[in-house]
């Protein structure tokens, strides 16, 4: 069974000086330079990605679609209600039920979920800052992730030194 490569996005800067509902709350000026930077690391780094599972929040969304205008092919992309806010279990119960025909997802939430999600994963805290990225290489298939060691790769807010290949 071929590896599997699980990237974690956290969303960019949201803007809170709006009053908008939580998941409507848009990205900040810094967030909407932010996520095509993190879609530039992508691009260079990982290069193919078969499907994007996001947070229906607006600043996720909106920070998938300008990270994925920077990939030569953008992926299927979908939208899940149970994304949103989600704890690490909760993303995790998402993973373990991806498809068995994909190999490179991006999954973009929010913290605290995404940190702890890394954490379940690789047992390493990783901070997770607006915009930050862990790559994580999952042994065997979707359905045991958890079960058994995964390896962190990468981790960091693009562009930056932290995120080695």
Known sequence: MPERILILLRH???????GEADLLRPLA?????????????????????????VSPAERARSTWQL????????????FDDRAYAASGSALLGLVRELPDDVNTVVLVGH?????????????????MPTSSLAVIALPGSWSTAGHSSAELRAS?????????T
């Open 12 to 18: 960019a800067k949201s803007d809170w000086s709006g």
């Open 29 to 53: 000026k810094r967030g909407r330079r932010q996520a095509p930077d993190a879609g530039r690391w992508l691009a260079a780094r990982i290069g193919r990605v078969d499907l994007a599972f």
């Open 67 to 78: 990270a994925s205008a920077e990939l030569a092919a953008p992926p299927r992309t979908r």
């Open 111 to 127: 913290n605290p979920g995404i940190e702890d999600l890394v954490s379940t994963l690789t047992g390493q805290r990783v901070p």
């Open 156 to 164: 960091g807010r693009p562009p930056t030194n932290e995120l080695p």
